[in-house]
């Protein structure tokens, strides 16, 4: 759901930034996706009006001005005489630019400045100044300056002065499926209205009428066939209507939340059901048929095993018994909820219009939407519950626009088909049972306020019990139709927590925890790996539970298939979460920089005998750049590689309280990595593997960098962790450090070397740090120049020389008979 700030502003007051606004629609539930800020057509010009107008101190033709810009007062320098005080003119102010003129390539920004020693802080201008015809706009032709209207409102944008698209910022919003409400923009409103306490401005929709038109029972009938798929059909009839354009504003609402404009008439029921959430579709009136009476009737039924039907978009469409048709007594001319037909739409020589408004059932869309592969504004929201009450207001209020735009004149009433009115539900609350759930106390007059601000009725109240230290007595509620949601007390109580700010309930200790579970020991060690983990620079990610059978046998040939998935991509349960993290790193690449570097903790499901088994997992994927762009050295530009990965691991389990962990390097390649290796702990217990991925595969998922995969048994390592941790003081006495440069077969590891030290059993050796490997001038073909540095220390005295050049030599000899190692002078 997309939906505008200037657009929102029209029903509601608010003065919040587009931050602070996209912060509160978050909090009330509705998640902000996307936020866009547009510029518009003469940012920076306003409505403005002349104060004062005095004679320049030291020139004949320029005048001195106070111009009021609806914040304040301002001096301007003009050199226009066909204005006086009191005059409404445009302003542009100072930073803002005018457009370029023929045969220029820049713009022409204004700036504050000295005119004949006087100073001016913006400029007045012209029509020609501002490109534009006055006449095309109303205004009279004349030299100097564009003089508008009277009743032009001070500090407006000139933009919507004219009716056109100003600076503006365009929400996208996530709207869950249990709030059909929120598909709509006085939805919305609705929501910022509650919490701000101002009050909601519905249009009114009063449509101008005829005396002299007929009614329209005695132009259009309605018959309802399928009564449980359609409870309710609404149809009106505009007459002498004039098809064309639309004027800039609609036109521009609906481009804003991508919405391309068709003509006035079809343009109108689009933005009617942006603002009201309530679909519609316009028929040519003459173009539905007649009953042998001679009246044209619409039917509602379920269409015809085998019928066909050409859509609006040109498509012949196979129908079902199962899909509903509204047709009239010869042919479909639309799929109820889904899409108008190509027989009946409005056309340029379209004068007399039938609007149809009304509610179908849920089930019945999403089914045949989905068989039908056809998805369309309109079946999105009669998918998810429209509101069945505002379909005749809907009716109304699309026509009074389209008289208003296409002119024309409304049949007298409305063909409002509604055998069994929906009688809105009730639901009683407990203010008692408010103050147990949320934990807070809050005021029986604050639970109805926050209540009835979102449109709940009171309906009813027991009566007051004698006992005025008693608890208030329970309330009833009048739930309205567009609320399809609150279903039971606990909804309400919900509701008020929104409202009162779930930011402001504090966190407290359950009931009956202590003693029993004081903490969630899982929950715990989650949060620490996310910890470590974060500090590390690695951002977390979460996927989905659902992959595609394709992306899950990379990783193993056992999955877990679903008996009847929603879709191919998400057809087994996941039983790796490498999976999802490539596509959640082809997400993120996509929408920024090519560097990034991932962790995800979650569930993983594998078969056995007795069913899917559900395990933790920790999977990291590094791509991209080492360091930050803004970092300085050598290395800059280096890019992620295998050691970067094994760094990171090897730091998060030593401080996870794993010690002894190695690597075994995999001899083949597999599907899913080009080189690999298993993580594990003595050289016996398999807590994982990591690897680079496969260079086509990379490209598969648009990755153009080498991609690092590390995935770890986390239901493993907690169980071999060791939980205590140990500490010692700081050293007081110095190190001394040695360094050894050697030349070893290319095959040789780090991990070898290290092996190689630890069966020396040096006394003293405090550290091994490996600080360059060298390939190349002087190193023999088949071999590489790996260096170390030693550093020794003793816990009781200082080291003398003689004793760390007898430690160190040990180690050199060890070196040269286990590892054939040649040593460099």
């Known amino acids: 759901m997309k939906v505008s700030l200037s657009w929102l502003k029209q029903y509601v007051d608010f003065n919040w930034t587009p931050e602070e606004l996209s912060e509160r629609l978050t909090m009330l539930g509705l998640e902000v996706e996307g936020v866009e800020k547009r510029a518009g057509e003469f940012e920076g010009i306003v409505v403005a009006q002349v104060i004062t107008r005095d004679k320049h101190p030291n020139a004949d033709k320029l005048s001195v001005c106070r111009v009021n810009d609806g914040k304040g007062e301002r001096q301007i320098v003009c050199g226009a005489q066909n204005f006086q005080a009191g005059d409404k003119v445009p302003l542009i102010l100072p930073g803002a630019s005018l457009p370029p003129k023929a045969g220029e390539t820049q713009p022409f920004v204004i700036k504050v400045g000295k005119i004949r020693s006087v100073e001016s802080h913006g400029m007045m201008c012209s029509s020609e100044e501002l490109g534009i015809d006055p006449e095309a706009i109303g ?47 006085i939805g919305i409103a609705r929501e910022i209205s509650a919490l701000t306490g101002n009050p909601l401005r519905i249009p009114e929709a009063v449509v101008p009428v005829d005396a002299s038109a007929p ?49 006035n008439v079809v343009d109108v029921t689009n933005f009617v059901m942006i603002e009201t959430g309530q679909p519609l579709h316009a028929f040519d009136y003459h173009l539905v048929a007649r009953l042998e009476s001679g009246l044209p009737t619409v039917v509602v039924r379920p269409a015809a095993e085998g019928e066909t039907f050409v859509t609006l978009d040109g498509t012949e469409r196979k129908l079902t018994s199962g899909m509903l048709l509204i047709a009239d007594p010869t042919k479909g001319i639309a799929l109820a909820g889904i899409m108008g037909g190509r027989n009946s739409e409005i056309q340029d020589s379209t004068c007399d219009v039938l609007i149809e408004s009304a509610w179908f059932q849920p089930t019945s869309i999403r089914r045949t939407s989905k068989q039908l592969g056809l998805r369309t504004d309109a079946s999105y929201r009669f998918e998810r519950g429209a509101d069945i009450g505002v379909a005749e207001y809907a ?30 539900k009730e639901i009683e609350l407990r203010h008692r049972r408010v103050r147990e759930v949320l934990g807070i106390e809050l005021r029986p007059e604050e639970i109805e306020c926050h209540l009835q601000a979102l449109g709940l009725k009171l309906a009813s109240r027991k009566p007051r019990p004698i006992d005025d230290t008693a608890e208030p007595e329970p309330v009833t509620f009048q739930i309205p139709t567009f609320r399809v949601d609150l279903k039971r007390e606990v909804d309400l109580i919900e509701e008020v927590a929104r409202l009162h700010g779930v930011d402001r309930i504090p966190s407290t200790t359950p009931r009956g925890a202590l003693g029993q579970h004081p903490y969630d020991a899982v929950y715990d060690v989650l949060m620490e790996v996310r910890r470590l983990l974060v500090g590390m620079g690695l951002f977390e990610a979460q996927g989905q539970t659902l992959v595609n ?277």
Not at 169 to 181: G, K, S
Not at 248 to 255: G, H, I, M
Not at 395 to 400: K, L
């Open 395 to 424: 009716s109304r209020r699309a026509a009074t626009l389209i008289i208003e735009l296409a002119g024309g004149a409304a049949a007298g009433g409305v063909v409002d088909a509604y055998p069994v009115p929906v009688t809105p």
């Open 215 to 263: 009614s329209v029972n005695s132009l259009v009938a309605v018959q309802l066939e399928a009564g449980e798929a359609c409870p309710r059909y609404t149809a009106r009839v505009l007459r002498g209507v004039k098809v064309g354009p639309s004027p800039d504003w609609l036109r521009s609402r609906l481009e804003q939340v991508g919405i391309r404009s068709i003509n």
């Open 139 to 185: 205004h009279r032709k004349e030299d100097g300056l564009l003089i508008l209207r009277g009743d032009a409102a001070v500090g407006q944008s000139f933009a919507e002065y004219l009716g056109r698209a100003g600076a503006d910022v365009v929400y996208d919003l996530e709207v869950t499926p249990n709030r059909p409400d929120l598909n709509s923009v």
């Open 549 to 825: 059978d394709a992306a899950a046998r990379l990783v193993t040939p056992a999955i877990v298939a679903l008996a009847n998935p929603l879709s191919s991509d998400m057809n087994v349960l996941r039983p790796s979460l490498l999976p999802g993290l490539l596509d959640t790193l082809r997400h993120n690449l996509s929408r920024r920089s090519g560097d990034v570097q991932l962790f995800e903790l979650g569930r993983v499901f594998l078969p056995t005998d007795a069913g899917p088994k559900e395990g933790w997992r920790l999977a990291m994927a590094l791509t991209g750049a080492r360091s930050p762009g803004f970092w300085s050295g050598a290395d800059r530009d280096a890019k992620c590689d295998a050691f970067d990965l094994k760094g990171i691991l090897e730091e998060f389990l030593e401080s996870f309280g794993l010690r002894g962990v190695g690597y075994v390097r995999r001899s083949e390649p597999s599907s899913l990595f080009v080189e690999s290796a298993s993580i594990a702990l003595g050289g016996k217990l398999e807590l994982g593997q990591m690897g680079q991925m496969q260079p086509s595969l990379g490209k598969l998922y648009d990755l153009r960098d080498p991609v690092l995969l590390a995935e770890l048994n986390l239901d493993l390592l907690l169980a071999k962790r060791n939980g205590v941790r140990s500490f010692k003081p700081l050293p007081a006495f110095p190190s001394t450090a040695r360094d050894v440069a050697m030349i070893v077969p290319e095959a040789t590891t780090h991990e070898a070397v290290l092996a190689v030290v630890k069966q020396a059993k040096v006394a003293n050796l405090e550290s091994v740090d490996l600080f360059d490997v060298f390939r190349g001038r002087h190193v023999p073909e088949g071999h590489k120049s790996m260096a170390y540095s030693f550093t020794y220390r003793a816990a009781d005295r200082t080291l003398k020389d003689d004793e760390v050049n007898a430690a160190h030599q040990r180690i050199v000899e060890a070196f040269k008979a286990s590892l054939k190692a040649a040593f460099r002078e």
